[in-house]
């Protein structure tokens, strides 16, 4: 008898819990990778019956590196930037979300949604490393996002508090620079800066010791330069073909635009920064030949490493 009861107990309280909604005490996508709907502006985790979507514009992700200790922080705001929690009754995917018109099953069960907090996030670039050369470039940038102070309101009017909740890494791709450029480097026609062109790149050194590193004679060791305030060496990429005309107008044109624009840290005399140039006669003239080496180049906290050795390129004058 007693038996008997016991199986009936267990077959009511069952009975009682099954109204079609699992009661969920703690919600958990840690080890759930953070993907993102490519039409929109919707980053989401799946886990099984289980949803957590975050709604937030592209443009709040600025390719590039937050400073050591600091993240960026932004309002969940429940109009450009909103949380929700949802629950289903069957296995969910991107189909449920993503699409202009959702897809119609599993059908959601519950949501909640964050009435308050904060996002916060910190980005790092992804770099690959040019065993060989030692060159490393920038292939995108990981955001580390973490919910601050959130507010969860279910749908029964109660409310689940989080003080720090892991949303988890998002990256997003970055620009590759082609850095195409072949070894014949040109001077200005009106001024002493040094062009490299490629299309829509340039590489432009503008160089307050041109009159000592480019002498017409020919060098037995090279003559040698430090990147600085005044020897300054810029990468920029334009949203259209660039040439010396381009850099000689009076005014410069108003297209094509600068998209990036990236600068040679400060040398450091026999260990970084370092220009050096050779010359040979050629013809009648002089050959000079550049070498840029250990350069870093940055853009506001991002940078790369442009190699041991790079061959900037050559340029002949005719005295």
Known sequence: MKRILGIL??????????????????????????????????????????MLILAIPASVFVNDETPENTSIETTIDNNNIQVFYRQYNGTVSSDNICPTIPAATPNLTEEWFVTSGTVQFTSTAVKSVNASTGVTQITGYKHYIVLKNITFQK???????????PFGNYTTPATAL???????????????????FNSSEAFILDLGDYDNLFQNSVTTTPRVALVSSTNKVVYRLYSGIVNDAYFCATTL??????????IAENGVADVSGIIEVTTTTFGSGFLHTIHLKKLTMTRGNSDFYLGDDYLYGSFVVTP
Not at 18 to 40: A, H, M
Not at 178 to 196: H, L, M, P, V, Y
């Open 9 to 50: 107990s267990v077959l009511l309280l069952i009975t009682a819990c099954d109204d079609g909604n699992l009661t969920v005490e703690n919600i958990d996508f840690t080890d759930v990778t953070v993907q993102k709907c490519s039409d929109k502006d919707i980053l989401y985790k799946v886990k099984d019956t289980e």
């Open 155 to 165: 749908p029964d009017g109660s409310t689940q508090f989080y003080e720090t909740y």
């Open 178 to 196: 082609a850095f195409g450029f072949n070894d014949e480097a040109d001077k200005s026609t009106c001024d002493n800066r040094i062009f490299n």
């Open 253 to 262: 044109p108003t297209t094509p635009t600068l998209t990036q624009e990236w």
